[in-house]
């Protein structure tokens, strides 16, 4: 069998776009090895009509929407590989099948590479974050901390005293020239050049000297990578982004390769559900009218 279009990614995008192709009566197979990046919160904020619930669940009533048409196939299982045969793509599955299509929706999103701190990995997603819109509010206006993991920092340290009070945790990561400086105490950020050792408890930062901090979040900016290897396989390009590399995709996420578009945080510096929904939307109707136009 040769699908209309599969989708490598269940999540929030790939799910997203999988309805619009779904709706249109097409073909459609979704491969999704169940890593979800935000399966660390319990909590998705910020979604029209969402706010606050389990992010599990919502993928989980998307999925069950997903499948009530017929035409739509799903494999729990990761893509080890993927090629372009002719006109089709072939996507090899991790336990040796074979499936192809004629096109392919990258939803494959991205790792998350954090600070090598002690304690720091252990409360991602419940005291630790990267979205002050997705988080912010539940702090409910305690002491919040930065962890810098370079220049970009500054960003979030401008942003977050909207939430509450906010310290710039340096960490030796750089260190903020004069027009910076002047941002930070426009925006009453306090700034804190002592390493972070560890954090423990809830959010309670313990410097290099044993003075501890106590915080009610921390934000930090990861390094990203790509989840899958697929999109370098199929011979993709890539684009910088702050936190990363990302695939290259055009105004309908339509990659370097024609026939191959790309949605949600793979293909953009946005982690946020919302987002990810919408992007992967433009994704599959893009998708699916390539098979008409073309």
Not at 34 to 50: E, Y
Not at 199 to 214: D, I, K, N, P, Y
Not at 235 to 241: A, K, L, R, S, V
């Amino acid at each position: 069998m040769v699908y209309d279009i599969i989708i490598v990614g269940g999540s929030y995008a790939g799910i997203s776009a999988g309805l619009q192709v779904a709706r249109a009566r097409r073909k459609v197979l979704v491969i999704d090895g169940g890593q979800r990046r935000n399966r660390f919160a319990h909590h998705s904020h910020g979604f029209l009509g969402q706010d606050g619930r389990d992010p599990a669940l919502i993928a989980s009533d998307a999925r069950t929407q997903l499948l009530a048409y017929s035409n739509v196939e799903w494999v729990s299982e990761l893509a080890a590989r993927a090629i372009k045969r002719g006109d089709a793509f072939e996507i090899t599955l991790a336990e040796g099948r074979s499936v192809t299509g004629r096109r392919v929706i990258l939803a494959t999103g991205v790792t998350d590479e954090l600070p090598a701190i002690a304690g720091l990995a252990e409360r991602w997603g419940t005291s630790v974050f990267h979205c002050p819109y997705c988080h912010g509010y539940e702090l409910n206006g305690g002491p919040i901390g930065v962890l810098a993991t370079g220049p970009l920092s500054m960003h979030h340290a401008l942003m977050l005293p909207d939430w509450g009070p906010t310290t710039l945790l340096l960490n030796e990561a750089f260190e903020p020239d004069v027009e910076q400086l002047a941002s930070l105490q426009q925006r009453g950020v306090a700034l804190e050049r002592e390493p972070v050792k560890s954090l423990s408890g809830h959010a309670e930062v313990t410097l290099s000297s044993g003075r501890m901090l106590q915080l009610a979040g921390v934000f930090v900016l990861p390094r990203c990578h790509m989840a899958a290897p697929l999109a370098e396989q199929l011979g993709c390009e890539f684009e910088p982004g702050p936190m990363g590399d990302f695939i290259k995709v055009d105004a309908m996420r339509e990659t370097s390769v024609p026939g191959v578009f790309a949605c949600g945080d793979a293909a953009m510096a946005a982690g946020n559900v919302a987002i990810a929904v919408g992007d992967g939307a433009r994704s599959g109707g893009a998708a699916h009218q390539s098979l008409i136009f073309r």
